[in-house]
């Protein structure tokens, strides 16, 4: 017999149908015993009773939680059940036996409590069987499919960059250094190189979705040594605020796709309502930024960057003032920024640029990019660059290369502020971070 979802068992009232998931409950009752099953559908009530079989009834008071189970079974009408029917159990097979106890409970709140929260990671693969950690995967899916299915729309090709590359992507410091037969390599700090090769091969418009490493000992709530980093990059461009209005655009699709999708759920169990922006995210100048957080009594730490602090403060200065989640803050000092970012012809001192916000954090950094190979060359030296270590990469630009911009953003981070959860190792499949691989490193 095939095997039947639980959320089509509505329609196979008093058929024979075979069931297959993991118990969530078990009740002993005496002469009669309920098993709560669940799969990636739902959940179904299964009723075993003495009259029908107590070997059936024995084994399933005997099944501990979490095992996994094949059941077969008639569906009946229950009108004393929330579902409005029930599974009468007419054999059972138990396909693997769950230790018990389990290291953790599986439903229980945790964010608050770091000790908590690294023993549910170092038991990951039983902490994604909760009802919100599902329903998380799920809104993941569905996001990332959002930021993808619009870039197809507006005719952008996929391309996977080298993971493994023979040069740092974005200075020396921060890479994971690898042994590559018998020479260096590194892991990618981003795809940035490779997709600027995609716009010297004239693709024109690309997308990269995959992982990317920091060797960061950074130990906060967004910061991950491995991250998946959605990355574009479009070519022919006249400045990169053409960069910001794509994003804005594809931003907005991807919540509309989420909210009509898994809206309600989002609301329900995390309490979060999707809102999709309308019209166009606000901008304001690094100075103006500066001056308005001064007027509210926030310190600057540095002239040419904000504090997790001030990212929190602007972005509420901002929905106060407009109603937007959403900032582009633009004119950063080219000191800042990453060598191959435009300089501000006006003002050299500022690079064509800009990071947007969203509801306190930091999600994406993009710019016009420096196309023009004799300058792109002086920047890396300016930088202390040789280039020497980048001859690959300036290759790119040696025989002509369109104007172009792009930006990355990590998906992680994006899901954490999109479920406003607290921390990116949450919202990570299984984070890695300086003390961290899998499970806790050098743990006590």
């Not at 794509?246 to 909210?259: A, G, R, T, Y």
């Not at 609301?267 to 999707?274: A, L, M, S």
């Not at 001064?294 to 901002?318: H, L, M, N, Q």
């Not at 040789?386 to 290369?401: P, Q, R, V």
Request: negative net charge; hydrophobic residues 35%.
């Amino acid at each position: 017999m095939e095997r039947t979802l639980i959320a089509d068992l509505k329609n196979n009232i008093g058929k024979e149908v075979r069931i297959r998931g993991r118990v969530d409950t078990v009740r002993d009752q005496g002469k009669i015993a309920f098993m709560i099953v669940r799969d990636r559908t739902g959940y179904v009530q299964c009723v075993a009773w003495i009259g029908n079989s107590e070997e059936i009834l024995n084994k399933v008071k005997s099944t501990t939680l979490e095992s996994i189970v094949d059941i077969t079974g008639t569906v009946k009408e229950a009108k004393q059940v929330a579902a409005g029917y029930e599974l009468e159990i007419l054999g059972i097979n138990v396909d693997s036996v769950s230790a018990s106890p389990l290291p953790i409970v599986i439903e229980e709140e945790h964010s608050d409590n770091v000790s908590a929260l690294d023993m549910r990671l170092d038991y990951r693969w039983i902490d994604l069987r909760s009802k919100k950690n599902n329903l998380m995967m799920s809104v993941a899916t569905s996001m990332t499919a959002g930021l993808r299915d619009f870039c197809l729309r507006n005719d952008f090709k996929e391309i996977q960059a080298p993971r493994i590359i023979s040069a740092a992507s974005e200075s020396g410091a921060n890479v994971f250094e690898v042994k590559y037969f018998d020479r260096k390599a590194y892991l990618a700090q981003s795809p940035q190189f490779h997709k600027q090769m995609a716009m010297a091969a004239d693709l024109e418009r690309v997308f990269n979705v995959g992982p990317v490493f920091r060797a960061e000992k950074s130990f906060t709530t967004r910061h991950l040594t491995e991250y998946t980093s959605f990355d574009v990059e479009m070519a022919y461009i006249d400045s990169y605020k053409e960069v910001c209005h794509f994003e804005q655009e594809m931003i907005k699709s991807m919540l509309k796709d989420v909210k009509e999708k898994y809206g309600e759920d989002i609301k329900n169990v995390f309490g979060v309502e999707v809102i999709v922006p309308d019209g166009d995210f606000p901008y304001l100048t690094m100075k103006e930024a500066k001056e308005k957080l001064a007027s509210k009594g926030v310190p600057s730490k540095e002239e040419g960057d904000f504090s997790p602090e001030e990212e929190r403060a602007i972005c509420e200065i901002t929905k106060e003032e407009t109603g937007c989640e959403f900032l582009f803050v633009i004119d950063y000092p080219y000191k800042n920024r990453a060598f191959y970012h435009m300089r501000n012809n006006e003002n050299k001192d500022l690079a064509l640029g800009y990071d947007l916000f969203w509801k306190g954090v930091e999600i994406t950094t993009g710019a016009q990019r420096e196309h023009r190979y004799e300058i792109l060359k002086e920047n890396a030296k300016e930088r202390g660059l040789s280039e020497e270590s980048l001859k690959d990469y300036l290759e790119y630009f040696k025989y002509g290369c369109p104007p172009h911009g792009g930006f990355a953003i990590g998906t992680e981070r994006l899901l954490m502020k999109l479920l406003e959860l607290n921390s990116v190792l949450e919202t990570t499949y299984l984070p890695n971070t300086p003390n961290r691989l899998g499970k806790l490193i050098n743990k006590n």
